[in-house]
């Protein structure tokens, strides 16, 4: 004989929703901490590459720590929507005082859809999403649309615009000494041709070997995602 488990009453399932809310929060938070953490390490290798005057690496750096800041801002967005949906799920349950069940929420469900295209927390909001139908909160999104926004030309733009505010922000004096005509050819010097005529990214001087700017591009990466 199958003894099926007990619904939650609204109050029970809010508790739970709150609960797993509140440890995305805290997994952002601890993200949001290893992204900054790692973006020491990169100032550091900055500031190194413009006292040998290697623009090169010192703007590649600086690209990674623009998109790293955006990725830290979009993470504080999602926090900030994450405990939306806490506050209006505590709004819902006080309803469900009076009326006995949960109401569907017009701003969790827009909320739960927002999130549903983060990278990050698509597939916890995905599961909300699921349950939250069922109980009746919202209606069941479809909506496999991951944000890439990073990637889009417009974003890259927006990165390369940031790019000398961060040198300057870093590398300060180091940076400003080198002569305008030099530093903007430095930093606009062409990507090599290989010889079957594709393009090949310039190897900055000043680093031993592409390895080690490929290395740092690689923990910053690691962390973002």
């Known amino acids: 004989m199958n003894i099926l488990k007990p619904k939650p009453n ?22 949001i901490r290893d992204i900054q953490r790692e973006e020491k390490s990169v100032q550091k290798a900055i500031r190194e590459a413009a006292k040998r005057n290697d623009m090169v690496s010192a703007k590649a750096l600086a690209k990674e720590i623009v998109r790293s800041r955006k990725t830290v801002t979009r993470l ?8 939306s949906i806490s506050m209006h799920l505590g709004e819902s349950v006080a309803i469900a005082r009076t009326v006995g069940h949960l109401s569907k ?43 890439s926004a990073l990637d ?4 890259e733009e927006e990165i390369e615009e940031e790019v000398d505010k961060v040198l300057t922000a870093i590398a300060g004096e180091t940076a400003a000494e080198l002569p305008e005509a030099i530093r903007k050819e430095i930093i606009k010097q062409p990507a090599q041709t290989s010889e079957n005529g594709q393009e090949e990214e310039a ?19 690691k962390v973002r995602s």
């Open 10 to 31: 609204p109050q029970q399932q809010l508790r739970d929703w709150q609960r797993r809310l509140r440890q995305e929060c805290r997994n952002i938070e601890r993200h």
């Open 76 to 83: 504080y967005e999602n926090k900030a929507q994450l405990n």
């Open 105 to 147: 929420s017009v701003d969790v469900m827009k909320l739960v859809n927002n999130l549903m295209k983060a990278p990050e927390v698509a597939t916890t909001m995905q599961e909300f999403n699921k349950e939250m139908t069922k109980a009746g909160v919202i209606e069941e999104i479809v909506n496999d649309a991951v944000d």
């Open 152 to 155: 889009s030309e417009d974003m």
């Open 203 to 221: 190897i900055p001087e000043g680093v031993d070997d592409e390895e080690e700017l490929e290395e740092i591009r690689a923990r910053l990466a």
